[in-house]
């Protein structure tokens, strides 16, 4: 993961979730990047561990201030990779998290240089440093925008 946070209690670089490894404070971090990649297969996790941890992340890394999600959730018309694409597509499309994600972009449609990317980039500049390798769209990821968060007066 870029290091994209910094501690506003030392000034060190952190990870997002974590207690500051250097003076161990838990204040959440002070962000340098609106965008943040997440792997949600890496461990092999099933379909609904996958979905279960993506409504998780969705809500900390909104109330960390993060605005753009890129999702990797793999492909493949068979194993877990190409099951779990389908169930968050799936998911996304029966509005499952649409209290927290504003749109989605899967990653087929947002090729470089394609009308699509280039609404997507001038809508979350954030998103280029990550999308501008994805020549011909990527398959295996999913962009999530979140919005704000609704704080109760
Ligand atoms: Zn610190």
Redesign the pocket.
Known sequence: MAQIAE?P????S?ALLEC?P????PTPPILSADTIELNIKSDNPSVEEALDRLTEKIRTYQELGIKNIILIHGYGSSGEGGRIKWAIHNALENNRYADRVEEYHFGERVAFGSIAYNALMKQRPGLKHYLRHFKGGNAGMTVLLLGSVRRSA
């Open positions: 501690c209690e030392c000034g060190n952190r500051c250097h003076c161990g404070s």
